[in-house]
């Protein structure tokens, strides 16, 4: 940054005082959109076609975490499945599956049309709204901006 | 990527002025990853600018979003329900979100809230390098992986310009000649005779806004191209 910015206030990171849980606004995020979300998670018919379209999945010797639905499946169909009653350790978790193993480069296939590079946007959007990001260097520990 | 740096304080509190609801937009590509505008960088100015008017007795509210991308119009779409409620949108992507955002919402004043500096490499994190001018016309074949346009100060094609004293540029001492490494780099790869090769005055098409139609897709945009 060019010049320490100046503001009456000390702020306070995000990652020393991690905040609660906010049930409430998950369960209002998921609801806004749930009727697109919902019909594209049970129209997923596990045909596997998306991971062979996943250059992540190719890289990893066929690991099917790096799978495409494997990752939609495993972040917000749990937090439909479970109405957003999450843990901030199980939010936790799904960062890796949505920062790490998904670089959201969009060329993942669905012969069925499933939107999956929107689903994993909004997965995401779910987690920084309860102050998860898992965004290099902010998965790395990067340290405090002084 | 792209590097930024935010913006003063004073600066945004300026072109804010007035506005009484805004929405501060965050970007998840490449100003995350330099830490200028990702969800940690667009709380902390929030926290910043609400305590600073509310210093003032200025009524101002601001709210905080990031979408993935701002580069990409379905990843803005988002936004389309939300920003009707808002006086204005802080921009906290590169210059490209910028007019992205303002390119889809006309009917609202977007300001920057980051000033794009370059596009370069992540050296440590916090410090980054400008490595591409993203002139249009490569030259790192000949050049044995260094850019003469982003490292020389002058960016000379043809070089040395015969300033450089010990290794050094004229125009910054602290930074190694460009060509000198070049030379040096080619010396090691047994190419010194790209040294010779003389280049010809540039078209400088990276002077002109660009725009890239991959080969394998013009057939479908030749109608929004022509």
Same mark, same amino acid.
């Given at each position: 940054?060019?010049e320490?910015l100046?503001?009456?206030?000390?702020?306070?990171?995000? $990652?020393?005082?991690p905040?609660?849980?906010d049930?409430? #606004?998950?369960r209002?995020?998921? *609801?806004?959109?749930?009727g697109?979300?919902s019909?594209?998670?049970?129209?997923?018919?596990g045909?596997?076609?998306?991971?062979?379209?996943?250059?992540?999945?190719?890289k990893?010797e066929?690991?099917?975490?790096?799978?495409?639905?494997?990752?939609?499946?495993n972040?917000?169909g749990?937090?439909?499945?479970?109405?957003?009653?999450?843990?901030?350790e199980?939010?936790e978790q799904?960062?890796e599956?949505l920062?790490?193993?998904c670089?959201?480069c969009e060329?993942?296939?669905?012969?069925l049309g499933?939107d999956?590079?929107?689903?994993?946007?909004?997965?995401r959007s779910?987690?920084?709204?309860q102050?998860i990001? !898992?965004?290099?260097p902010?998965?790395?520990?990067?340290?405090?901006p *002084? | 990527?792209?590097i930024? *740096?935010?913006?003063?304080?004073?600066?945004?509190?300026?072109?804010?002025?007035g506005y009484?609801?805004?929405l501060?937009v965050?970007?998840g590509?490449?100003?995350?990853?330099?830490?200028a505008?990702?969800?940690?960088?667009?709380d902390e100015l929030n926290?910043?600018l609400?305590?600073s008017?509310k210093?003032?007795? @200025?009524?101002?509210k601001?709210?905080?979003?990031?979408? *993935?991308?701002?580069?990409?119009?379905?990843?803005?779409?988002d936004?389309d329900?939300?920003?009707?409620?808002?006086?204005?949108?802080l921009?906290? !992507?590169?210059?490209?979100?910028?007019q992205?955002?303002?390119?889809?919402?006309?009917?609202?004043?977007?300001?920057?809230?980051l000033?794009?500096?370059?596009?370069?490499?992540?050296?440590?994190?916090?410090?980054? $390098?400008?490595?591409c001018?993203c002139c249009?016309?490569?030259?790192?074949?000949?050049?044995?992986?260094?850019?003469?346009?982003?490292m020389?100060a002058?960016?000379?094609?043809?070089?040395?310009? !015969?300033g450089? #004293?010990?290794?050094?540029c004229? @125009?910054n001492?602290?930074?190694?000649c460009?060509?000198?490494?070049?030379?040096?780099r080619?010396?090691?790869?047994g190419?010194?005779e790209?040294?010779?090769?003389?280049?010809?005055?540039r $078209?400088?098409?990276g002077q002109t806004?660009g725009?890239? @139609?991959?080969? #394998?897709y013009k057939?479908?945009y030749?109608?929004?191209?022509?």
């Amino acid at each position: 940054m060019s010049e320490e910015l100046t503001g009456p206030e000390k702020v306070p990171s995000p $990652e020393k005082v991690p905040r609660p849980i906010d049930l409430e #606004q998950i369960r209002e995020l998921l *609801e806004s959109k749930k009727g697109r979300m919902s019909f594209c998670l049970s129209a997923c018919a596990g045909c596997t076609l998306c991971a062979e379209s996943c250059f992540l999945f190719r890289k990893h010797e066929e690991d099917p975490r790096y799978m495409p639905s494997f990752k939609v499946l495993n972040t917000l169909g749990m937090l439909y499945k479970k109405k957003g009653k999450v843990s901030r350790e199980q939010l936790e978790q799904m960062k890796e599956l949505l920062w790490k193993n998904c670089m959201l480069c969009e060329r993942c296939y669905c012969p069925l049309g499933i939107d999956l590079p929107n689903m994993v946007a909004f997965a995401r959007s779910i987690l920084r709204s309860q102050g998860i990001d !898992g965004v290099f260097p902010h998965s790395q520990g990067a340290p405090e901006p *002084e | 990527m792209i590097i930024a *740096e935010q913006k003063h304080l004073e600066e945004l509190k300026q072109v804010l002025a007035g506005y009484k609801k805004v929405l501060n937009v965050g970007c998840g590509g490449c100003t995350s990853v330099c830490l200028a505008g990702g969800m940690r960088e667009v709380d902390e100015l929030n926290t910043k600018l609400t305590a600073s008017f509310k210093a003032e007795d @200025v009524p101002f509210k601001i709210d905080a979003i990031v979408v *993935e991308r701002q580069c990409e119009p379905h990843f803005i779409a988002d936004l389309d329900r939300m920003v009707e409620k808002y006086d204005a949108l802080l921009c906290m !992507g590169c210059g490209a979100g910028a007019q992205f955002l303002a390119e889809r919402y006309p009917a609202k004043p977007v300001f920057p809230a980051l000033n794009s500096k370059f596009v370069g490499v992540n050296r440590d994190v916090g410090w980054y $390098e400008e490595r591409c001018k993203c002139c249009g016309e490569c030259v790192l074949a000949t050049t044995g992986g260094i850019c003469p346009m982003t490292m020389c100060a002058k960016g000379l094609l043809n070089g040395p310009c !015969g300033g450089p #004293q010990d290794g050094h540029c004229e @125009v910054n001492k602290d930074a190694p000649c460009a060509w000198i490494q070049i030379y040096e780099r080619l010396k090691a790869q047994g190419r010194l005779e790209n040294m010779c090769k003389i280049f010809p005055a540039r $078209e400088w098409e990276g002077q002109t806004q660009g725009s890239l @139609v991959l080969e #394998q897709y013009k057939d479908r945009y030749a109608k929004k191209t022509e």
